[in-house]
């Protein structure tokens, strides 16, 4: 009788296994198509008719997801040219993410340019601030990175990102006491 308890409770939790997984594998199913949708939805529009600076952005952000960098990029630069008045407080959002398209590309000094840009617009926008701090890093460019991930830290006290790069930076730039 151990043996039929055993063997049931170890199929009861074989099926709760696979149902969950189940359930894992549809929702992403239905997340994939309705990501494929929108972006087949967006490419037929702009394609035919041009579209807004946000259906630009959106398509590049969709792109970006799909890390088709150099269509995410083409995507966020018409985006740019078609920012009206009103939309201008967007424009760092643009910018910090061709600064990722540059940045996924290994093209750093553009993407640091992209963050810069973004930044002029959005001083403490702390995204940026760890992509330009990011950027710095793969440059081997220690001190400015530090310096971005306490500017971002200034504005967010409590993100982990920058505390974490920072406090690893600043190992790196202390002085061993090995001489």
Request: aromatic letters at 8%; one cysteine or more; glycine letters at 4%.
């Amino acid at each position: 009788m151990d043996d039929t308890n055993l063997l049931l409770t170890y199929l009861v939790t074989l099926l709760v296994l696979l149902s969950v997984a189940a359930v894992l594998v549809i929702r992403q199913v239905f997340k994939t198509r309705r990501v494929e949708s929108t972006l087949n939805r967006l490419q037929n529009k702009l394609s035919k008719e041009g579209g807004t600076a946000q259906e630009h952005y959106q398509l590049g952000s969709l792109m970006l997801d799909k890390k088709l960098y150099s269509q995410a990029s083409i995507q966020l630069k018409q985006a740019l040219k078609l920012l009206t008045e009103e939309e201008s407080e967007q424009a760092a959002l643009i910018y910090n993410a061709l600064g990722y398209t540059y940045f996924a590309q290994e093209q750093y000094d553009l993407a640091i340019r992209q963050y810069k840009e973004a930044l002029d617009i959005a001083p403490g926008y702390v995204t940026a601030l760890n992509n330009l701090g990011h950027s710095y890093e793969r440059k081997q460019l220690i001190s400015q990175s530090l310096e971005s991930y306490e500017t971002a830290l200034k504005c967010d006290p409590e993100n982990k990102t920058a505390k974490r790069r920072a406090e690893s930076l600043r190992k790196r730039l202390a002085p061993t006491g090995q001489d």
